[in-house]
């Protein structure tokens, strides 16, 4: 009974997102973003009122997207945005920022790149790289964790035990996202016929599409685990976190090359406020936490993703030589896979000079 | 035999529009007798239609009498066939398929030579395989003609059937139908508002006025001389029957010398 | 002749794009990303065509429209007829199928998907709610618009109501069944391609969204192209279609 409920209740929602926001839903704090995307747009005017007009003349805007539905910042950034750090070290050069959310995750927020709609964009490793492959201008500033953990989450009454038994079965992976390399990973390590596995490319409605039996796997992150689990019961037959951490990803932060050339300033700011909260995180563990929470990810569900012994080592933004081997693997997966036809130059893609440039004005 | 004799006896026949009930037919009493060729005429309008599809079986009637043979009629039956003013051809079917539209209870071969000698009848050998959009609007009207004789009626039912045509084809389809009437000797009763075809084509001619419907004089035009349009019996006929129409004028008679 | 003129005169919207853009992609007014070249194109359309991906994909989008389609042809044919047949019929489905009608097909398909999984049924789901429409409504006004005048001289001939049906009010309605018809095989085939888009694991609507996921405009295009093609295909063989079955509709006017 109540599953029917919750059905109906998904549906009324799926239905008005369907119909309000589109396949490439773009939530915004104040106001919603006009979704088409328009060719070699300039994303620096301000446009935070209700009537569309620029708000102050003197402050220009930076537009950051992220690989989900809503524009809340989490983790370290949404530390950063919390304590105030994005604002301060965001007004000393002139600039305020406006998060736009991408529901259809890594390859929306590659389009805004290339027409020019975003400036920056705090997102998977996959989706970059390809862009750079692809010859698009975009340079890798920051790696927020170098190691993202991934995992496989199935209904708790399913009897998927280990990958192996996805053969015969649909698995949402979200095409063009580091899921896509997950799965390719999977495949090998666990010697999985892949053509016996239906491969459902649903990014926006994936949980919907788990919960109402269209799906029997989804290939997503722990959180999103916990997040279902809320609702609908389901599990976690595999983990980064627990075999072959090797296949974690990382979460970058990405600047449009323009932007990068034209406003270097800005991309500083931007990285400054992200060391400064990630300093007081080392400080205040438990604080930090509770900041991680947002609207769509309650404490408790924090909690038992992050647990005690939570390293924050891997979001100190740095990129380190450990990072750029990994991105090189990820290179070479895309290339076997055909996802791109060039390779991609990794040298050229990350530009820690940006960071480098943040620890010294902070004086570290 | 005895011909059977068609018989009209105090027709009143009116219709609702709206909540009104317009009379359309008043005190009509008519005999036709078997091979008779009787037109009616009259301005054109429902009236005179409406009596023919009185006859014909498509409508209906409260008051009054209609029978033929003693019968009363009631709904349509291959006794009885009509022709329209459009020629109301099947498009979908070739002329012979519409020739033969109403002899289903007919044997195959018996339906192939009714539809033959009717072909034949209405001169249109060579056109059976055609489509109706094919024809002039004369030969159209004789395939519909040739179908309305198919089943071989013993009255022929004729509502304007040359007022969609030209006038010289009019004039030629007029001397056709006679044709057909002599070989055939169905009996004619055709409706039109051409006074000179109703001279023309008549033995008796049924002058009726509209609104409602009634008969105002039935004029014996059954003799040679009459005939003649060129005559001045076929002028005085002319004359008597246009001042029906228009009682206020007096149309004067061009004396041809 | 005058074939040849009519061919001229159709290409040459197409043959002016292809000039553009080719200028376009030789001036590199966009990088690959946004614009691929004709080249690019041309080779992802070798490719597909070559390891049979193409045809895999196309012959399970057609399947789908096949189903569908005739599934739309059989309800909108029954039902047009039925309604215009019969006045309290009509009373009885067209206030209700009014109303399904005025919403978008884009709102029913996250709906459908919902009720009927991501396979075979949504689709063919989604197909006959587009197809079925233009088809009910051109059979009924096809069947509403038989001539008066006919319906007279099936009464004359003492035609049985279903006599009446299948010798005057059906071929009558024929020309405007066609109408219907080749709406409906338009709307079809543009049906399958969105459901494929929102949710599916095959197809060539599918191909289409998994290569935009993956930045791959030339596959995008391609398929894009390859949908135009097959739906004039379809219209084409449908017109033919229509032309044998109404041989008294002569091209003499």
Not at chain 3, 9 to 20: G, K, N, R
Not at chain 3, 60 to 83: C, D, N
Request: aromatic letters at 8%; a positive charge; charged letters at 25%.
């Amino acid at each position: 009974m109540r599953k029917n409920n919750f059905k109906v209740l998904a549906f009324l929602v799926l239905a008005l997102l369907i119909a309000g926001c589109g396949y490439n839903s773009t939530a915004e704090t104040s106001v919603k973003a006009n979704g088409s995307i328009s060719p070699g747009a300039k994303s620096t005017a301000g446009q935070d009122t209700a009537s569309g007009k620029a708000s102050e003349p003197s402050e220009k805007t930076v537009t950051l997207a992220l690989a989900q539905e809503s524009n809340e910042l989490t983790g370290i950034w949404g530390l950063a945005d919390k304590k105030k750090y994005l604002e301060e070290e965001l007004n000393k050069v002139g600039y305020r920022l406006k998060v736009l959310g991408f529901a259809a995750a890594g390859p929306a927020v590659n389009e805004a790149f290339v027409s020019g709609k975003i400036d920056l964009a705090y997102y998977g490793n996959l989706p970059p790289v390809v862009l750079k492959a692809k010859g698009i201008d975009v340079s890798i500033v920051s790696i927020g964790d170098s190691r993202f953990n991934l995992s496989v989450i199935v209904p708790a009454a399913s009897d998927i035990r280990t990958p192996k038994d996805l053969e015969g079965k649909k698995v949402i992976v979200g095409r063009g996202t580091i899921l896509d390399e997950y799965w390719g990973n999977l495949v090998k390590a666990y010697g999985i016929d892949a053509g016996k596995v239906k491969l459902i490319n649903d990014v926006a409605n994936a949980n919907s599409t788990l919960i109402s039996g269209n799906a029997d796997a989804l290939l997503s992150v722990d959180l999103t685990a916990q997040l279902i689990n809320k609702q609908y019961p389901v599990k976690v037959i595999e983990s980064t976190a627990k075999n072959y951490p090797e296949f974690a990803s990382q979460t970058v932060l990405a600047a449009a090359g323009k932007f990068a050339k034209e406003q270097p300033q800005v991309v500083v700011a931007v990285l400054k406020a992200y060391i400064r909260a990630y300093d007081y995180a080392l400080e205040h563990k438990d604080e930090a936490l509770q900041a991680f929470a947002t609207k769509s990810i309650p404490v408790d569900v924090i909690e038992k993703v992050y647990s005690s012994e939570f390293n924050f080592a891997n979001l100190d933004g740095g990129i380190e030589e450990a990072d750029k081997a990994r991105l090189n693997k990820l290179n070479e997966f895309l290339l076997e896979y055909k996802y791109i036809e060039k390779s991609a130059d990794i040298d050229n893609l990350v530009d820690t000079s940006f960071f480098e440039k943040a620890k010294k004005e902070l004086g570290k | 035999m005895a011909g059977q004799v068609l018989k009209i006896k105090d027709l009143y026949k009116s219709f609702k529009v709206g909540k009104d009930e317009i009379p359309v037919l008043q005190n009509i009493s008519l005999e036709f007798r078997k091979g008779e060729f009787v037109t009616i005429v009259g301005h054109s309008g429902c009236g005179k239609s409406t009596l023919l599809k009185i006859i014909a079986g498509l409508v209906e009637y409260e008051t009054g009498e209609v029978t033929y043979g003693e019968k009363r009629i009631t709904a349509p039956g291959t006794d009885r066939g009509m022709v329209f003013q459009e020629h109301r051809l099947l498009p979908w079917l070739t002329i012979e398929e519409n020739i033969g539209f109403g002899l289903f209870s007919l044997s195959k071969e018996k339906k192939k030579a009714a539809i033959s000698k009717h072909v034949e009848l209405v001169r249109l050998n060579g056109f059976e395989k055609a489509y109706p959009s094919q024809l002039s609007g004369g030969m159209a009207q004789r395939a519909a003609i040739a179908r309305g004789l198919a089943s071989n009626p013993e009255i022929l039912l004729l509502d304007e059937p040359f007022g969609a045509l030209d006038a010289l084809t009019r004039i030629q389809m007029q001397k056709e139908i006679l044709r057909i009437w002599k070989e055939e000797k169905t009996t004619m009763i055709m409706v039109t508002h051409d006074i000179d075809e109703a001279i023309f084509l008549g033995q008796k001619v049924v002058v009726m006025s509209a609104r409602p419907g009634e008969i105002k004089e039935i004029i014996d035009v059954n003799t040679a001389t009459v005939k003649d349009r060129g005559s001045t019996e076929f002028a005085h006929i002319k004359k008597r029957i246009y001042n029906h129409f228009f009682e206020d004028e007096n149309m004067e008679i061009e004396y041809v010398i | 002749m005058k074939n040849l003129r009519v061919i001229l005169l159709s290409l040459i919207i197409p043959a002016a794009v292809i000039i553009f853009w080719s200028i376009a992609t030789a001036r590199g007014i966009a990088p690959e990303a946004i614009l691929p070249s004709i080249r690019s194109v041309l080779k992802v359309f070798k490719e597909n065509l070559a390891s049979g991906q193409l045809e895999l994909d196309l012959g399970i989008s057609l399947m789908r429209v096949v189903k569908g389609y005739f599934a739309a042809v059989l309800l909108g044919v029954i039902l047009g007829t039925t309604m215009g047949m019969s006045k309290n019929m009509n009373y009885i489905f067209s206030l209700t199928l009014n109303a399904i009608r005025q919403i978008p097909m884009m709102a029913w398909i996250p709906l459908i998907i919902l009720w009927f999984g991501i396979d075979e049924l949504s689709k063919i789901v989604v197909i006959i709610l587009g197809a079925f429409f233009p088809i009910m409504v051109n059979t009924f006004s096809g069947i509403r618009g038989t001539p008066p005048g006919y319906i007279e001289i099936a009464r004359l001939y003492k035609l049985s109501r279903w006599n009446t049906f299948r010798k005057v009010y059906l071929p009558s309605a024929i020309p405007q069944i066609f109408v219907g018809l080749k709406l409906g095989l338009g709307i079809s085939w543009m049906a399958v391609v969105a459901a494929e888009l929102i949710a599916s694991t095959e197809g060539i609507g599918f191909r289409i969204s998994d290569a935009r996921s993956l930045m791959k405009p030339d596959v995008v295009i391609m398929g894009m192209i390859v949908i135009g093609v097959v739906g004039i295909l379809m219209d084409k063989i449908l017109t033919f279609v229509s032309r044998k079955a109404t041989p008294w509709i002569g091209s003499k006017r």
